[in-house]
């Protein structure tokens, strides 16, 4: 299939859908694992959150490669969000309009839950960068550019933030164990032999990311990291 017209045909959207997935699933990874750095303490996530804005030196200037990263993922996620929506489009029209019961099957409610699940993953996503990136006041306490370790232990203090964590986290693990045995379905990666293999790799991935990510803002409530 050509490229360039991907974007027109189904199939062609479910490739974009997981091949701007599996860009997401790398960051997330890389993300979770950056996180765990703060229980190493202050100094140590500080000079980390700094490396991230000198990636690259000095061939690439300060924040130059962050912001090509930042590119690919907000590009990444709106093809994501494109697709997926296009997609439910796509199926609401093929519907025939005289269905007297609706039989919800099983792939039903598994694509119904992914676009929920993924709704809830984009609000926790805007209040997250709201609030640790970009320290718009959405959360009490003062932000200090800086000092991402302060703030992430700051952020945690206010309840309300954790809570809405802890639901977008829970919603990535679902929306990843589907999701990317999906992708893999879709890539033509999967076939009987290695179905079973791959459905526990995704469980796996979506327990260790869900773990890795929850563990950091209850270690806070907890007073392990203070
Ligand atoms: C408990 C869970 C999480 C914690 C504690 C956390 C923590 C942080 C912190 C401290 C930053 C700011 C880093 C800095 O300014 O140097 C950040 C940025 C970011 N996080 Fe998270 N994060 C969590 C979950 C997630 C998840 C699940 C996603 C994606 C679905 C995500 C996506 C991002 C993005 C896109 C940025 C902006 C990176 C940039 O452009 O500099 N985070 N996070």
Do not use: C
């Not at 974009?16 to 765990?36: D, P, R």
């Not at 494109?82 to 409610?109: D, E, F, G, M």
């Not at 209040?127 to 006041?137: A, D, I, K, R, V």
């Not at 009490?140 to 206010?158: E, S, T």
């Amino acid at each position: 299939m050509y490229v360039m017209t991907l974007h027109r045909s189904s199939i062609g959207k479910k490739i974009i859908m997981a091949v701007t997935g599996l860009i997401w699933v790398g960051f997330v990874l890389l993300h979770m694992y950056g996180n765990l750095k703060v229980f190493l303490g202050p100094e140590y996530f500080n000079a980390y959150a700094e490396g991230l804005r000198t990636l690259g030196a000095p061939i690439f200037g300060h924040t130059h490669l962050l912001y090509v990263a930042r590119l690919v993922l907000t590009v990444a996620l709106v093809l994501h969000v494109w697709s997926a929506y296009s997609l439910t489009q796509q199926a609401h029209h093929a519907r025939p309009s005289n269905y007297i019961v609706r039989q919800k099957v099983q792939a039903n409610r598994a694509s119904l839950s992914m676009r929920w699940g993924g709704v809830v993953i984009l609000i926790f996503l805007i209040y997250h960068l709201m609030h640790l990136t970009w320290g718009l006041p959405v959360a009490p306490g003062v932000f200090v550019q800086a000092d991402a370790y302060h703030n992430l232990v700051n952020g945690f203090h206010f309840i309300p933030a954790t809570i809405l964590y802890l639901l977008g986290v829970i919603a990535l693990s679902f929306h990843l164990y589907h999701g990317v045995f999906s992708a893999f379905q879709t890539l033509g990666l999967n076939n009987q032999n290695t179905e079973t293999s791959i459905k526990g790799a995704a469980l796996a991935l979506s327990l260790v990311i869900s773990i890795g990510f929850a563990v950091v803002p209850l270690s806070v409530v907890a007073g392990i990291v203070r």
